[in-house]
C-alpha cells in the first residue's frame, strides 16, 4: 500500500498556485497576495494632532498647572482635512482636531480635558511635553517603505493596509473554485422524504463545507446516481467552472463502484490504496487539464481524507504554503487499542485538560468509519504509527487539531 506521505506528494504535484488576478479590495478578502506592496507616499502623510483639543509651543506652557493656569490667544481653528496652511508662534494656540494637520511652529498638543475649552482664548491647566500628541508623518510607514509582502494572506488588516497607501485592487490569487459532487443511487437530499436503503446525502455538504472553511469557493453539485454516463456528464458539466474537483463514494472494491468506472475510461485518474485508517481507497488525477480527487465515500474516511489530502492542495492553488491541519503533542488520556497494523490511524479525539493543567488527548468512543455524531463531537486527530496496534495512556502522540 502506498504511504500518507507518497499520496500527499504525489496529490501536491497535481496543482499549482492559480495565476494571480487583480481584483478590487473587498473581493480580494481571503486571497494570498501575489505582490509586495510598497508605500508611495509616508503614512501618515502630514504631522497631525492624535487628540481634540490646542496645538501650541510645548515651552509656553512649562509652568501650567491646577493653580497656574496658562492663558493662551486663540488664532486659528483647525478641522481634519484642513488643507494644512496655519502657523502659529510662541504665545498663540490653534484649536485642533483628532487628524487634522499641525500648524507650522507648534510642537504639542494639549487635550481639550487640560483646559476650559476656550474659543476665542483658551485656559491651560496642565503642562506638556513637546511632541505631545502628536502624530508625526511616516510614523507608522515611511514613504518607499514595504507594508505588505507577496504571500501575505488578505484579512481585513491587509484591506485596511492597501487602501490606506491608496491602492483600489490587489493582485491575488483568487480563491480556488471547488466543485464537489456526490456519487451513490442511495443518496437523497435532506429536507425530501427517505425510502428504504436510502439515506439523506451528507458528505457533500460536508467537503463544501470543508472547502468554503479552508478559504475556497465551492460549489456542492448534488449528486449522480451510480450510472458512470451521468458522472461523466456531470464532470463536462463542472469542470469549466472548477480549479479542482472533488468527488465522494463510488472508489471502492462494490459492484457499483461509479467513480471508478466513469473515471478508468477517462485513462487519467488512478486508483490506489494509501496506508491509512479510514481513507484506504483513493483516487486521483486530471481530467482535461482539471485536477480531481476521488474520496472515500464512508463520510469520516471523506472528511479524514479531506484533511490528509486535499486541504494541502487547496493551499497550493492558494499559493499558500501546502501546509495540512496544525500539529502538536499530547498525552494519551486513555488508551488505544486495536489500530491496524500496517496502516497510519488518525483517531477522533478530544483535547483536554490533564490534571497538571497540561493538554492532554482522548479517543472518542465510536470510531467507526460512518460514526459521524462522534466525529462531530471530536476537535482533534490522534495519529497512531503503522508500526503500532496499542498504545498505553500517558504516551505522548502526535495530535492533528480539526478546524
Ligand atoms: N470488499 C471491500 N469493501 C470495502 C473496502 C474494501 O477494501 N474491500 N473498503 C472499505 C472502505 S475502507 C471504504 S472507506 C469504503 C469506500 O467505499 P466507496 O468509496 O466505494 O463508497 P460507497 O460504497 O459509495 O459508500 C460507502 C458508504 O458511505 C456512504 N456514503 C457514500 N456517499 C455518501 C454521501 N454522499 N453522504 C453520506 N453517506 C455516503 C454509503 O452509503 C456507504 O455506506 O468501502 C469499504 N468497502
Ligand atoms: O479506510 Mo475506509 O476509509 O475506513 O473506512
Known amino acids: 500500500m502506498k504511504s500518507v506521505e507518497q499520496h500527499t506528494t504525489d496529490l501536491l504535484d497535481l496543482v499549482e498556485p492559480l495565476e494571480p488576478i487583480r481584483i478590487e479590495l473587498l473581493r480580494a478578502q481571503g486571497g494570498v497576495l501575489a505582490e509586495d506592496v510598497t508605500a508611495p507616499v509616508s503614512l501618515p502623510q502630514f504631522d ?64 481639550v480635558e487640560w483646559t476650559d475649552g476656550g474659543v476665542a482664548e483658551v485656559l491651560i491647566s496642565r503642562p506638556a511635553k513637546a511632541g505631545n500628541a502628536v502624530r508625526p508623518a511616516g510614523g507608522d510607514v515611511e514613504k518607499g517603505a514595504g507594508v505588505l509582502r507577496s504571500g501575505a494572506h488578505i484579512g481585513p488588516a491587509e484591506i485596511a493596509v492597501l487602501a490606506a497607501v491608496g491602492h483600489p485592487d490587489a493582485l491575488v490569487h483568487p480563491r480556488p473554485r471547488v466543485a464537489v459532487l456526490s456519487t451513490g443511487e442511495e443518496l437523497v437530499e435532506p429536507g425530501t422524504p427517505i425510502g428504504p436503503g436510502q439515506i439523506w446525502e451528507s458528505n457533500g455538504y460536508m467537503l463544501t463545507a470543508a472547502a468554503i472553511d479552508a478559504g475556497c469557493a465551492a460549489f456542492r453539485h448534488g449528486f449522480t446516481g451510480d450510472d458512470p454516463s451521468t458522472v461523466l456528464a456531470t464532470l463536462g458539466d463542472v469542470l ?12 471502492s472494491m462494490g459492484a457499483y463502484d461509479v467513480v471508478k468506472e466513469a473515471l478508468t475510461q477517462l485513462g487519467t485518474v488512478r486508483f490506489e490504496q494509501v496506508a491509512v485508517q479510514p481513507g484506504k481507497p483513493q483516487g486521483a488525477g486530471t481530467v482535461h487539464g482539471t485536477p ?75 470510531q467507526g468509519s460512518h460514526q459521524l455524531a462522534a466525529l462531530a463531537s471530536a476537535d482533534a486527530l490522534i495519529v497512531v504509527d503503522e508500526a503500532a496496534t496499542e498504545l498505553p495512556a500517558g504516551r505522548v502522540v502526535d495530535v492533528l487539531r480539526l478546524p
Open 48 to 111: 497631525n494632532s492624535a487628540m481634540d483639543g490646542y496645538a501650541l509651543v510645548a515651552a509656553d506652557i512649562a509652568g501650567a498647572g491646577a493653580d497656574t493656569p496658562v492663558r493662551l490667544p486663540v488664532v486659528a481653528d483647525i478641522a481634519a482635512g484642513d488643507p494644512g496652511t496655519h502657523a502659529i508662534r510662541t504665545g498663540m494656540c490653534a484649536r485642533i482636531m483628532t487628524g487634522a494637520p499641525m500648524p507650522a511652529g507648534a510642537d504639542a498638543v494639549v487635550p
Open 240 to 251: 469549466p467552472h472548477a480549479d479542482i474537483v472533488v468527488t465522494t463514494g463510488g472508489v
Open 292 to 366: 480531481i480527487v476521488t474520496l472515500p465515500g464512508n463520510p469520516v474516511s471523506s472528511f479524514v481524507s479531506f484533511h490528509l489530502f486535499v486541504r494541502p492542495m487547496l493551499a497550493k492553488l492558494s499559493g499558500r504554503a501546502p501546509e495540512g491541519l496544525p500539529a502538536l503533542r499530547a498525552p494519551l488520556a486513555a488508551p488505544v487499542r486495536d489500530s491496524p497494523q500496517g496502516r497510519r490511524s488518525y483517531l477522533r479525539a478530544q483535547l483536554e485538560y490533564a490534571a497538571d493543567g497540561g493538554l492532554a488527548v482522548r479517543p472518542v468512543a465510536r
